[in-house]
């Protein structure tokens, strides 16, 4: 097994990842709330995992990946006061919560496809786990670190940091979230503004609400992540993952439940993705700047130049460590778009390249560098970067400039259907379809007939199906071992 | 709005359909088990019942279509003992259950869209509402029509015969079930051997359990649909569909819970697909006769002499009532692309018509039998054959045997928009992408070199184009209008 480096949020380190049981990891990563299409940085995030899951199963790890879809719980402030955002939503459009949420789930599964993500192992819902919610807001209110107020249930932050650490994880300090807490409504049900509801009482004009031992309610937001990873990762599990937003509160909160609910410290690494931004600046609907997946592919955004394709801007998104900011720029979004056809033409290169007796590139050293990229807290821009390596001596070789020995081309081979087709997730558009045997077909007759005509001496012919080709972006090249063609 | 007559499995009448709610319909449909990969047969259910919302909201009817997904509670035989299905599949593959329910949720998933079904409004899980499951075995409690039994609660269906009429779907008379009763394990536990489990306990082997008032256990498989379609389309709805092996024992329970649990009759109007067969035998895993859809598409079954695209397979199943059975036979499958194939042909010349001042066809007769077949119980094999009545219009006016006025070649355009594509839904695959494009660019530069060709009476290099052309499939036709190309 290789030897894997994680940047762990929780210690600030990077450390060595050790499995909990040997050669099988458990992986939570917090998914999307589905009340309205799915943010371009929350992509990102899954983007960023989708590779951690690949990496970890590409090494050999039996991985069981456990992705949360919230469709309920996640209330519209902070302060844990207002309406069920999802619950707002239906009624605006006057529809059944559920068939709002049918609506965003199936939209959130088309883009994930169109980024190539693989599908999770489990995709629980929030909906889908309240009698164990429940259960475990009976278990912690058992465990004393929660308290009954007119139909709802706060966890007692205070009582909870008498004995253990509340901000461990976010590195904040009970007695500065204290001074910095503004009084909203609803707070007067607590006892203190830092605790937060992992049970809340629902009006009646509440849609989305069950029966409970306290009433008809809601779960809290942060309780279903608690209660999903402990169902099917265990009280103990290695992997946690989720954007840098969410790491306060709801992190912390997560934390806090499950040892407040007496299952003990879950989480091994934790693995927090970096924020987007536009042109240098936080995407926001509100500053104008939030454009969707969509409008990223079609182009259609003030901000826009041109669309992308969904293969491209994940690889523009792996150019950048998942831990950085990531700028989305007209220019840095062309430049990768690029490197990107670069990189796919070379791969295509590769499946065509004739082997010689030696090699004079060295392979074995790119597939080590390729490893100790991704070995290094998952490195994917460096990883590109050597795989840019690799494309030097693809074309090198295609050239005459550099030779190849048949196991060598080989080993090329494997490195980049391993790296950059299964670890980076970057699907290669197989131009096998019929369409493209078509063209082939009909350029093939149109070549064999230039050359006849070459033969015969009808320059006038040959040159005019030249030119005409040029024309239509067709680029022919005549050499000793016939003529070929490619698209410009 | 149009009149619609559908056949009422519970009347066995052709009736007018009139909806609870004036311009609302709420549609059911009972939904896989996703323990194993989707059976044909349930397929042509979900095609026949996607025909019926996507017509239903194509006449303009504003609908809410539920279909659930089992994810527990489906037991190994009809005596409600045995071990549920999912969690016996997941311990032989050592996995979790979810893992197993998520990994063939995905692969319907895929089925349903490569077979272009539209996704319900709702996809509600039966793991997703226990809580309302248990709340709903507590109801038919309180209302007598249970009792608890070693931790298990059961249906009595004797009771509820005294009072109500228990195989009124089915046309089944208790006394007749009773004596065809066999003696089965965990009878015991029953007051009568027809009583069916609501809720059912879970020994410590068992993985997918739930607490409940009667202990830990699981509901029975009939009780979700009961809840989900109270829950989210109303005690009383318009449409319950599923396919005719679900008539009994499925359906009918589904009624004795509702009406025993205090609500009611639920359904207006029952509708039940018919069975596939194959060369005229009942397709079953055992008999060898069993091809999965993935089978279907590639071909790769001893039976199937080759693949064919799931567009053709859905016209197939549309090309026979729902109420009817449907036999797979090479020939007959054979036959039905032969009548895609043509049928699309004459899509494509739809778009390319010209119209002349007067008609010589008959557009509004055809409209309104298009309508006509529909209305009578979604009569799609009707419309398909009115449908090629279209076909041979589009072909007559292409070739100058029959002429269209501009407003006729409008609604002929809105014909088969409307009914072929959005009621049968019929994908179109689009011909406009880039390598379709690049095939029409370079052929037009042939058909141009050998026009030039005839016109320096060059005639041995035009003879030449077309024999090459005709090589790789290509026909190539010469009118005064000028000369087309074809793939054959």
């Known amino acids: 097994m290789q030897e894997l480096k994680i940047y762990n949020s929780l210690t600030k380190k990077k450390e060595l990842f050790k499995p909990i049981i040997p050669n099988h990891v458990g992986l939570y990563v917090c998914g999307p709330t589905v009340y309205s299409d799915v943010h371009l940085g929350n992509v990102r995030t899954f983007v960023s995992f989708d590779v951690v899951y690949r990496y970890l199963k590409f090494i050999g790890y039996n991985v069981r990946y456990v992705r949360n879809i919230t469709d309920v719980g996640h209330l519209l402030n902070d302060a844990d006061s207002g309406e069920d955002k999802i619950a707002k939503q239906a009624k605006l459009l006057n529809l059944e919560p559920m068939e709002v949420v049918q609506h965003y789930t199936n939209g959130f599964r088309d883009v994930m496809s169109k980024y190539n993500n693989i599908s999770p192992s489990i995709e629980p819902t929030a909906t889908g786990h309240i009698v164990e919610q429940i259960e475990m807001v009976q278990e912690i209110l058992d465990e004393g670190f929660a308290y009954v107020s007119n139909g709802s249930v706060y966890f007692d932050v205070e009582k909870y940091n008498l004995s253990h650490n509340y901000g461990k994880l976010s590195g904040r300090k009970i007695e500065d979230l204290l001074s910095n807490t503004r009084e909203l409504d609803g707070q007067e049900e607590k006892r203190n503004p830092l605790d937060f509801a992992i049970w809340k009482k629902a009006d009646d004009s509440h849609i989305m609400k069950w029966n409970s031992p306290w009433g008809e309610g809601f779960p809290g937001w942060h309780l279903e992540c608690s209660v999903m990873s402990t169902k099917y990762l265990g009280e103990k599990f290695d992997i946690h993952g989720g954007g840098m937003d969410l790491k306060f509160p709801h992190h912390e909160c997560e934390i806090a439940q499950n040892v407040g609910a007496g299952n003990g410290d879950p989480v091994n690494y934790w693995m927090h993705g970096n924020m987007l931004t536009v042109n240098g600046q936080k995407m926001s609907k509100s500053a ?106 693809i074309n090198n070789v295609k050239d005459g400039r550099d030779t190849i020995s048949g196991q060598d081309l080989a080993l090329l081979n494997e490195i980049f259907d391993g790296f950059l087709v299964n670890v980076l997730g970057i699907k290669i558009e197989t131009e096998n379809n019929q369409s493209v045997d078509l063209s082939n077909d009909i350029m093939n007759m149109v070549l064999e007939i230039r050359n006849q005509a070459k033969q015969d001496k009808n320059y006038q012919l040959a040159d005019e199906i030249r030119n005409r080709l040029t024309e239509i972006n067709i680029t022919i090249k005549d050499s000793k071992e016939g003529t070929s063609w490619e698209l410009n």
Do not use: W
């Open 288 to 393: 104008g700047n939030g454009f969707t997946p969509e409008q990223l592919a079609t182009g259609d955004h003030p901000l826009l130049d041109k669309g992308y394709s969904e293969m491209v801007v994940r690889f523009f998104m792996l150019q950048s460590h998942y831990t950085s900011t990531l700028d989305f720029s007209n220019e840095a979004l062309k430049g990768s778009e690029k490197g990107f056809e670069k990189m796919l033409k070379a791969y295509e290169t590769l499946k065509t390249l004739v082997s010689s007796k030696e090699s004079s590139v060295n392979i074995d050293d790119l597939k080590n560098r390729c490893y100790e990229a991704m070995n290094d807290d998952f490195n994917t821009p460096i990883l590109i970067a050597h795989l840019f390596d690799g494309v030097k001596m």
